[in-house]
């Protein structure tokens, strides 16, 4: 029988099969990590442990279900390592308009992030009560450059309820991920679409024969024909594993700019740049290239290293 994991905790896994039964088991042994031994030159005892990890199951995987045990891994779409996820359909990346203030370059390095792993991005921004009519209308100009790009901006006041259900509308169906900025409100948003979240963590938690709740690991919840991932985020966010040729490719506007050289980086001294072009032009926001400029100097930073 088939399954989706919903949970991980102590080597258990819970897993909603195809009949809706929700079951606690364990993975064959064939899932975990081995130790070998093997010769190693450079040391006194010419023995070294080495740990071989093999595919182990993950929260979001679908699996099949043997003798009370996950016998095998279906394949995946995709995965995050940070947090441990598989099979994401889209992730709400949920940034304040204040408190603490808005940011566009972290804003861009969670779209940089996704796009590798080719998940869909929809940019919530939580706390618009706290903007003047005039400041959040100046936001919502700038953001207007995301909707063209083909990413959902989304707008709500989770205290007040405004824009929650147009965010709810988005998660039907869809196993969906929160990340985003810290301190954006993305427990107050959760629980403002879905009322009864802190009841399930907690039933979850008793289940699990866990204490309090915290989010320091990944669940799924089931959330109309979908489901919601409550997740620790992204512990560090970085463009470390993107290579400087690739990194151009995860700003989808630079690919409409034509350069007269194919392996060109888009820097502002660039000879016959067609994106340093589009910034001068009005095309490219200016903030996009500022941002893809700072992530690709991280990047040279590490390959110097």
């Given at each position: 029988m088939q399954g989706r994991i919903i949970n991980l905790n102590g080597g258990k896994y819970q897993v909603v099969l195809e009949n809706h039964e929700v079951v606690t088991i364990p993975a064959r042994g064939k899932f975990r990590s081995v130790k070998t031994v093997q010769a190693n030159p450079n040391s006194l005892s010419k023995k070294e442990t080495v740990m071989t990890v093999k595919n182990s199951p993950k929260v979001g995987d679908l699996v099949t279900v043997l003798d009370d045990r996950i016998d095998s891994i279906l394949e995946r779409k995709n995965e995050l390592i940070r947090p441990e996820i598989a099979n994401v359909d889209q992730i709400l990346l949920v940034f304040a308009a204040k408190e603490?203030?808005?940011?566009?370059?972290?804003?861009?390095?969670?779209?940089?992030?996704?796009?590798?792993?080719?998940?869909?991005?929809?940019?919530?921004?939580?706390?618009?009560?706290?903007?003047?009519?005039?400041?959040?209308?100046?936001?919502?100009?700038?953001?207007?450059?995301?909707?063209?790009?083909?990413?959902?901006?989304?707008?709500?006041?989770?205290?007040?309820?405004?824009?929650?259900?147009?965010?709810?509308?988005?998660?039907?169906?869809?196993?969906?991920?929160?990340?985003?900025?810290?301190?954006?409100?993305?427990?107050?948003?959760?629980?403002?679409?879905?009322?009864?979240?802190?009841?399930?963590?907690?039933?979850?938690?008793?289940?699990?024969g866990r204490g309090k709740h915290t989010t320091r690991e990944t669940t799924l919840?089931?959330?109309?024909?979908?489901?919601?991932?409550?997740?620790?985020?992204?512990?560090?966010?970085?463009?470390?594993?993107?290579?400087?040729?690739?990194?151009?490719?995860?700003?989808?506007?630079?690919?409409?700019?034509?350069?007269?050289?194919?392996?060109?980086l888009h820097q502002k001294n660039a000879k016959d740049c067609g994106v340093h072009k589009g910034v001068l032009e009005g095309r490219i926001l200016p903030s996009r290239h500022e941002n893809y400029l700072k992530m690709l100097m991280q990047i040279e930073k590490g390959e110097r290293r």
């Amino acid at each position: 029988m088939q399954g989706r994991i919903i949970n991980l905790n102590g080597g258990k896994y819970q897993v909603v099969l195809e009949n809706h039964e929700v079951v606690t088991i364990p993975a064959r042994g064939k899932f975990r990590s081995v130790k070998t031994v093997q010769a190693n030159p450079n040391s006194l005892s010419k023995k070294e442990t080495v740990m071989t990890v093999k595919n182990s199951p993950k929260v979001g995987d679908l699996v099949t279900v043997l003798d009370d045990r996950i016998d095998s891994i279906l394949e995946r779409k995709n995965e995050l390592i940070r947090p441990e996820i598989a099979n994401v359909d889209q992730i709400l990346l949920v940034f304040a308009a204040k408190e603490p203030d808005f940011s566009s370059y972290l804003l861009d390095l969670f779209i940089v992030n996704i796009t590798k792993k080719d998940i869909h991005p929809i940019i919530v921004i939580t706390k618009i009560d706290k903007l003047t009519e005039d400041e959040l209308s100046d936001l919502k100009h700038n953001l207007s450059y995301y909707d063209k790009l083909g990413y959902d901006v989304l707008y709500v006041n989770s205290k007040s309820g405004e824009g929650v259900s147009e965010v709810a509308k988005h998660l039907e169906g869809k196993v969906t991920v929160l990340s985003g900025q810290t301190g954006a409100g993305k427990s107050t948003l959760i629980n403002a679409i879905f009322p009864d979240f802190e009841l399930k963590t907690q039933e979850i938690s008793q289940a699990l024969g866990r204490g309090k709740h915290t989010t320091r690991e990944t669940t799924l919840y089931a959330y109309k024909d979908g489901y919601i991932g409550d997740t620790p985020g992204f512990s560090k966010l970085d463009v470390l594993g993107i290579e400087r040729k690739d990194l151009p490719n995860l700003f989808v506007e630079f690919g409409e700019e034509t350069c007269r050289f194919k392996d060109c980086l888009h820097q502002k001294n660039a000879k016959d740049c067609g994106v340093h072009k589009g910034v001068l032009e009005g095309r490219i926001l200016p903030s996009r290239h500022e941002n893809y400029l700072k992530m690709l100097m991280q990047i040279e930073k590490g390959e110097r290293r």
